[in-house]
């Protein structure tokens, strides 16, 4: 099952997906915390977390931010995707806006 997901994932989401398991590994280790008890504290399995930190893009979105969570790293996430970053979607959104805005006619009657 895994080798489909790999196929089936540009390269740059793969490394991406490589890249936080690292980082993962990274903050844990820094914290001194074993496998067995970060994912105890998480409500994951040790798998699931040898899974994240090896960069297996099939985890799901959830363990992964329980253990973001767990670790104090998960207001490090809030900015993805965020709706006030996306230029591209601004610059789509505003090509859409009418060019000129009617302006109800007053209604002059004394």
Not at 24 to 31: F, H, P
Not at 56 to 85: F, Q
């Amino acid at each position: 099952m895994a080798q489909k997901i790999n196929q089936s994932l540009p390269l740059e989401v793969l490394k991406s997906v490589a890249l936080l398991g690292e980082r993962i590994r990274t903050a844990r280790l820094r914290r001194r915390l074993g496998m067995d008890e970060l994912a105890k504290a998480c409500g994951i399995g040790r798998r699931t977390l040898y899974r994240i930190e090896n960069g297996e893009p099939g985890v799901a979105v959830g363990s992964m931010l329980a253990v973001l969570w767990k670790l104090g790293l998960l207001d490090t996430v809030r900015a993805v995707a965020s709706p006030d970053d996306d230029e591209h979607g601004k610059i789509l959104e505003a090509a859409q806006r009418p060019q000129r805005v009617r302006v109800p006619a007053s209604d002059n009657d004394f």
